[in-house]
C-alpha cells in the first residue's frame, strides 16, 4: 500500500525526522531546545529539564562550574608537580653537566591545597618550633645547673 508519494509503510519511514521544523516556532522555544543538549551533558535528566522546576536548572549549571573550577585547580597544580620534577632533574638533563652531577631534591610531601591541611601543617610546625624551643632552654638550664654546682663543690671542698 503506497501513500501519494510512493513510500510504503514497511519502506522504513517511520515519519519521525531528525531535525524538527523551527517554522512558527517561538524563539524561546528554539532556545529551550538548543539548551537541552547543554544542561544533559552536565547530568541534568531529559525529564527534569522538560517537566521539572526550572529553577533547579540553576543548581546544575552552578554544580558545573564549581566542576570546572575543581578540574582547572587541578591541571594547575599537576603542572606545578610537573615543573618541579623537570627543575629538580635539570642539573642532569643539559649536555655539559659534569659527572657526578645530582638532581635537585624532589619535595618529599604533596602540597596542602586546603585550609583544613595548611592549619594541620602550621600547628606542626609551631609544635616543632616549640619543641626545638624547649630543647635549647632546657639543654641551657642543664649547662647552668653543672657549671653552677661544680662552683660550688669547688668552693665547700
Known amino acids: 500500500m503506497e501513500d501519494g508519494e510512493g513510500i510504503t509503510p514497511s519502506s522504513g519511514d517511520t515519519g519521525i525526522t531528525d ?3 523551527t517554522v512558527g516556532k517561538p ?3 528554539e532556545y529551550a531546545d538548543n539548551l537541552c543538549s547543554y544542561y544533559m551533558s552536565i547530568g541534568v535528566p531529559y525529564d527534569v529539564y522538560w517537566d521539572g522546576d526550572f529553577t533547579e ?9 564549581y566542576r570546572q573550577e575543581r578540574d582547572n585547580y587541578a591541571a594547575w ?3 606545578i608537580y ?10 642532569i638533563l643539559h649536555a655539559f653537566a659534569k659527572r657526578g652531577t ?7 610531601k604533596p602540597y596542602s591545597v586546603t585550609e583544613r591541611q595548611r592549619k594541620a601543617e602550621e600547628e606542626a610546625e609551631k ?10 632552654a632546657f639543654s641551657w638550664l642543664s649547662a647552668m645547673r653543672q657549671k653552677f654546682s661544680g662552683k660550688e663543690n669547688k668552693n665547700n671542698g
Open 57 to 65: 536548572l540553576r543548581y546544575y549549571r552552578e554544580a558545573e562550574e
Open 19 to 21: 531535525a524538527e521544523p
Open 127 to 136: 609544635a616543632k618550633k616549640q619543641a626545638e624551643v624547649q630543647n635549647q
Open 77 to 79: 597544580l599537576q603542572g
Open 102 to 108: 645530582k638532581p635537585g631534591k624532589y619535595p618529599e
Open 27 to 29: 524563539w524561546f522555544a
Open 82 to 91: 610537573v615543573y618541579e620534577a623537570v627543575g629538580c632533574l635539570a642539573p
